[in-house]
């Protein structure tokens, strides 16, 4: 049986902005409702490293943790208050810090996208872009070998390379022993199948399959959750709970382990969903039922 976890994120995004649900009741749920861990986000006003900035708050969260048997599957870095593309220095700065937060609690497993919208400066073409998102990608899998962490690159419609062929270039351009991709199950649907934001169209004939299988052995994380085929008013996939979208997960789960994903975790990811504090037991159950059927 795999470990099943939640993103915290769901909890201080677009939906909660004005009232964010505090780490520490979101913890207490997920212990009541026999959660084995969190996946961590970076946000405010969770575990972001300008709050986290002393050895004791460090030691806090740590025991709010222990206290309630909860272990962190991944740690989703925040970089957002910069253009990766365009402001690549101060991107990498916060990844360090970041994975330096990731280090002293013990988490090893860290969360990044490209960092920049599906849209292209003015004067640089796709390939140099990637090129640049690629160099990007190396040095903060060099920050995190230092601390011996994994880096997981989870692409979605909101950030550039998000095409199956470019995800899987940019996969083998890294080439770090320490990097491999985040399958989102929406996201693996929206791009393979709805080919969402593509610079460069490239849907594919047999779908989230075909994608999952173009990606084999190279699976490092999975997060789950249902996809309805649209975009949110972010601009990135809406990210359905499990029975209202359009993903046959008696298809995919089998693909993602045929695929070689043996990771410990199914991460549920309800990011942005308008009721997500609600749909939490829904989709603990339906991810227990996953697990049941082919993982036990």
Request: glycine letters at 8%.
């Amino acid at each position: 049986m795999k470990k099943v976890s939640i993103g915290s994120w769901a909890f201080t995004g677009e939906n909660f902005a004005d009232n964010p649900i505090d780490l520490k009741e979101v913890v207490e749920k997920l212990h009541e409702m026999n959660f084995d861990g969190i996946s961590m986000g970076g946000f405010m006003p969770h575990a972001n490293p300008s709050l986290y900035d002393t050895e004791e708050k460090r030691a806090g969260l740590k025991k709010l943790l222990e206290d309630n048997k909860l272990g962190v599957a991944d740690y989703a870095v925040d970089t957002w208050s910069v253009d990766g593309l365009k402001q690549s220095e101060e991107w990498i700065e916060l990844f360090r810090k970041g994975a330096e937060l990731c280090h002293q609690m013990g988490w090893p497993v860290i969360r990044v996208d490209s960092g920049t919208q599906p849209i292209l400066p003015e004067g640089m073409t796709y390939a140099e872009a990637r090129a640049k998102i690629v160099d990007n990608f190396k040095k903060i899998c060099k920050i995190a070998q230092g601390y011996g962490q994994q880096v997981v690159w989870e692409f979605e419609p909101g950030f550039m390379i998000n095409e199956p062929k470019y995800i899987l270039e940019t996969y083998e351009a890294v080439n770090e022993p320490n990097f491999s991709i985040l399958f989102d199950t929406c996201h693996g649907y929206m791009s393979a199948v709805m080919g969402a934001r593509h610079i460069e169209p490239d849907i594919l004939e047999g779908g989230i399959l075909e994608f999952i299988d173009m990606l084999k052995g190279k699976i490092g994380f999975v997060h789950l959750i249902d996809s309805d085929g649209t975009l949110n008013v972010t601009a990135t996939s809406t990210h359905a709970p499990f029975g209202l979208g359009k993903i046959n997960f008696d298809e995919v789960i089998p693909a993602l382990l045929a695929a070689g994903y043996d990771g410990e975790w199914w991460a549920i990811d309800l990011c942005e969903w308008p009721d997500a504090w609600n749909a939490i037991r829904e989709c603990k159950d339906a991810v227990d039922a996953i697990n049941k059927k082919y993982c036990s």
